[in-house]
């Protein structure tokens, strides 16, 4: 199984990003699928996960109203739409899938390793 995420760039505070992330190969319909991201200096932090069937998320409290996630299993992707991005936002973001629930993806710490990763995309968010 192969994650392709896309969609990075940069961007002026307050403006918006849809960032991608595409599974190819066979995945399986219970796996969890999410962003983390790490800025430099900084450990990898959660951002947003959602249920394998895309009917819950669950969020980062300081993503939560500007961030939307969503999920298209006929085409094996998973979208998150930024809004009213900040400068605290500039980092790699990075896409995964695991079986683990969506809801515990939050507390995982930075040795947990997700079963798949994609290679991450860069967002800067100029002030």
């Known amino acids: 199984v192969q994650l392709q995420a896309s969609g990075g760039g940069l961007v002026q505070a307050g403006g918006s990003l849809k960032l991608s992330c595409a599974a190819s190969g066979p995945t399986s319909s219970s796996y969890a699928m999410g962003w983390f991201r790490q800025a430099p200096g900084k450990e990898r932090e959660f951002v947003a996960a959602i249920r394998w069937n895309g009917e819950s998320t669950y969020y980062t409290d300081s993503v939560k109203g500007r961030f939307t996630l969503s999920r298209d299993n006929a085409k094996n992707t998973v979208y998150l739409q930024m809004n009213s991005l900040k400068p605290e936002d500039t980092a790699v973001y990075y896409c995964?899938?695991?079986?683990?629930?969506?809801?515990?993806?939050?507390?995982?710490?930075?040795?947990?390793?997700?079963?798949?990763w994609g290679k991450g995309t860069q967002v800067t968010v100029s002030s």
């Open positions: 995964a899938a695991d079986p683990l629930v969506y809801s515990r993806w939050a507390q995982v710490g930075p040795e947990y390793d997700m079963d798949y």
